[in-house]
């Protein structure tokens, strides 16, 4: 079985370009499930994807807190007022680099903190007094 997940890995990042499936990418086209293999053969996905001749996907960076608080605010002037959960997904849809909503809700615990930082840190920006 470790082999053959090997050369999974292999194939599927052969058709995507030279790049390695992640793990959900991996059991949904391959129907292997991380049961067969974690904890098994390796004890992270990554260990897999090493194995097999790839550099497993390197943790994000956080988004810096101005460049966040400058796309929320980009997305409330879109909406003339506090977006939804879904319009906020519609609107990274639209722009690119607008956070996704995992990033924001990972970083607030509350839409009501969000709202709180939001406020004080446009308070102090002439540019973002309408926010």
């Given at each position: 079985m470790r082999e053959l997940i090997?050369?999974?890995i292999r194939e599927l990042a052969k058709a995507?370009?030279?790049?390695?499936?992640?793990?959900?990418i991996f059991e949904r086209?391959?129907?292997?499930r991380q049961s067969e293999w974690l904890g098994v053969y390796?004890?992270?996905w990554g260990?897999?994807?090493?194995?097999a001749g790839f550099t497993p996907n390197a943790k994000n960076?956080?988004?810096?807190?101005?460049?966040?608080f400058d796309r929320l605010a980009a997305a409330f002037r879109q909406y003339g007022r506090v977006p939804t959960e879904a319009e906020f997904?519609?609107?990274a849809k639209k722009?690119?680099?607008?956070?996704?909503?995992?990033t924001i809700g990972n970083r607030f615990p509350s839409k009501a903190k969000m709202l709180e930082r939001l406020r004080e840190w446009a308070s102090t920006r002439a540019q973002y007094k309408d926010i």
């Open positions: 090997l050369e999974k995507n370009g030279g790049n390695p499936p992640g793990r959900q086209e391959t129907a292997i390796w004890a992270r260990d897999a994807v090493s194995e960076i956080a988004i810096e807190e101005d460049v966040l997904r519609m609107y722009d690119a680099n607008f956070p996704s909503h995992s």
